[in-house]
């Protein structure tokens, strides 16, 4: 079945720390995204990738990075320059052009800082 | 910039009452789609509805309706004889085209706990 793998569920990253969450779709999406959960909260954009090799920033990016070389894959990277990365992630793709359809999302990993 | 304003941040009812949840949005776009998302406790966003600017007529899927009013910009959704698997928070968006590319983005609003007691 077709879905979007997010990878651990669960982790925990000490100060000072980098720490890189999966993303893998098998949808044959061009869109990737990586939205920020904290509660109370809606879901806030940190970064997009259109095609490959190529992604943006969205509205909270500062202390997060990107890579998309593969369509499939469009891992994040919380590094220690993010002063409060306790927060639920959320990785979303969709078809590029195609406005009708809503994202398709993982299941999201949680990331605790200890 | 598109905003979503979801008002209500939690309701609780008894199982079998009839629940809306409200969704304001602002935006300049002509065109655009509304959307609402479940969110279970589990955390993954399920898709539930989509509506494009162009389609004012409400919708009914089992016990789930969605009332668009493009004339005060606000697409709520009703769940009637709630239960209690309804739990959950729920999410209205809006499109946002992004200004590369030719894709969009999802703007999201605060989301809606909903409980459902027995």
């Known amino acids: 079945d077709g879905g979007i793998t997010q990878s651990p569920k669960y982790l925990f990253r000490k100060e000072g720390q980098n720490v890189t969450l999966s993303c893998e779709q098998n949808?044959?999406?061009?869109?990737m995204y990586w939205y920020r959960q904290d509660p109370g909260q809606g879901l806030r954009l940190i970064y997009y990738?259109?095609?490959?090799?190529?992604?943006q920033k969205g509205d909270i990016a500062e202390g997060y990075s990107v890579s998309r070389e593969k369509k499939e894959s469009f891992p994040l990277t919380v590094t220690s320059a993010q002063k409060n990365p306790t927060a639920f992630y959320l990785c979303?793709?969709?078809?590029?052009?195609?406005?009708?359809?809503?994202?398709?999302f993982g299941s999201g990993t949680r990331l605790t800082v200890v | 910039a598109q905003k979503v304003t979801q008002a209500q941040t939690e309701i609780s009812v008894v199982e079998k009452e009839d629940v809306t949840l409200d969704c304001v949005y602002e935006?300049?776009?002509?065109?655009?789609?509304l959307f609402w998302y479940k969110q279970p406790p589990s955390g993954e966003l399920v898709f539930l509805i989509r509506r494009n600017s162009f389609d004012e007529q409400n919708e009914i899927s089992g016990r789930y309706s969605w009332n668009f009013q493009k004339s005060t910009s606000s697409f709520n959704f009703t769940i009637t004889a709630s239960q209690v698997v309804d739990s959950a928070v729920y999410f209205c968006?809006?499109?946002?085209?992004?200004?590369?590319?030719?894709?969009?983005?999802?703007?999201f609003g605060k989301g809606t706990k909903l409980t459902v007691n027995p």
């Open positions: 968006a809006l499109s946002e085209p992004l200004t590369q590319g030719g894709s969009e983005k999802l703007v």
């Open positions: 990738s259109q095609i490959v090799n190529d992604f």
């Open positions: 949808l044959n999406h061009d869109a």
């Open positions: 979303a793709s969709k078809s590029r052009f195609d406005r009708t359809v809503g994202y398709t």
């Open positions: 935006t300049r776009d002509t065109t655009y789609y």
